[in-house]
Nanobody
């Protein structure tokens, strides 16, 4: 299975931006659909966005559409999450996940590998 390591989290003021990265190793990255999830304090883990193997298709929850963008660079074995106009309620640990199938899905149980997460804190 592929191993995933997230980076790029930190403290940002409301309205600010962050770019998260997730580096993959140990597998053929282009064979994996990639997703980003988040888990806020006292909340369940929730789907944010996912991208197909080629990068040609994405699925994004309505609450972040127009502000968050997922992308991938298969040559660098990396998936990114650009987050703009961040809100305090989006404070969470952000996780990337890999799925060894082609269908874009939102169910976390359908993902095979997970990173350790990176903390994003949005101050008001």
């Amino acid at each position: 299975q592929v191993q995933l390591v997230e980076s790029g989290g930190g403290l940002v003021q409301a309205g600010g931006s962050l770019r998260l990265s997730c580096a993959a190793s140990g597998g053929t990255f282009s064979r994996y659909l990639m997703g980003w999830f988040r888990q806020g304090p006292g909340k369940e883990r929730e789907f944010v966005t996912a991208i197909s193997r080629s990068g040609g298709s994405t699925d994004t929850v309505d609450s972040v559409k127009g502000r968050f963008t997922i992308s991938r660079d298969n040559a660098k074995n990396t998936v990114y999450l650009q987050m703009n106009s961040l809100k305090p309620e989006e404070t969470a640990v952000y996780y990337c996940a890999a799925r060894y199938r082609s269908s874009l899905v939102r169910d976390s149980h359908e993902y095979n590998s997970w990173g350790q997460g990176t903390q994003v804190t949005v101050s008001s």
